[in-house]
């Protein structure tokens, strides 16, 4: 397993931007699919966007398609959401996800990533 750690999150008006990082230890990241998941309160955690350990090809949730874009990299073990045109509605913690060699990527994949980072805070208000 990898340790994660998320930074980046914050306040910002609806129609901002801000770029979320999760750093990676060890010396294999680019054998890691990478995801990002968020959790609102009351609310179960729910994938967001991935990135695969193989080809770098990326998946995003319909919600924040357009909007959000996750990319990668290796060199600086680190995986990046940027996040524009954010909405009160994307308001919630964000989790940055590791599992090695993991081929399928995209929702209904939380239970698939071994190592979670303790996440970010992100508040769009409106």
């Known amino acids: 397993q990898v340790q994660l750690v998320e930074s980046g999150g914050g306040l910002v008006q609806a129609g901002g931007s801000l770029r979320l990082s999760c750093a990676a230890s060890g010396r294999t990241f680019s054998s890691y699919t990478m995801g990002w998941f968020r959790q609102a309160p009351g609310k179960e955690r729910e994938f967001v966007a991935g990135?695969?350990?193989?080809?770098?090809?990326?998946y995003y949730a319909d919600f924040v398609k357009g909007r959000f874009s996750i990319s990668r990299d290796n060199a600086k073990n680190t995986v990046y959401l940027q996040m524009n045109s954010l909405k009160p509605e994307d308001t919630a913690g964000y989790y940055c996800?590791?599992?090695?060699?993991?081929?399928?990527?995209?929702?209904?994949?939380?239970?698939?990533?071994?190592?979670w980072g303790q996440g970010t805070q992100v508040t769009v208000s409106s």
């Open positions: 996800a590791a599992e090695p060699f993991l081929d399928v990527v995209g929702p209904a994949t939380r239970f698939r990533y071994g190592s």
């Open positions: 990135i695969r350990w193989s080809d770098d090809n990326t």
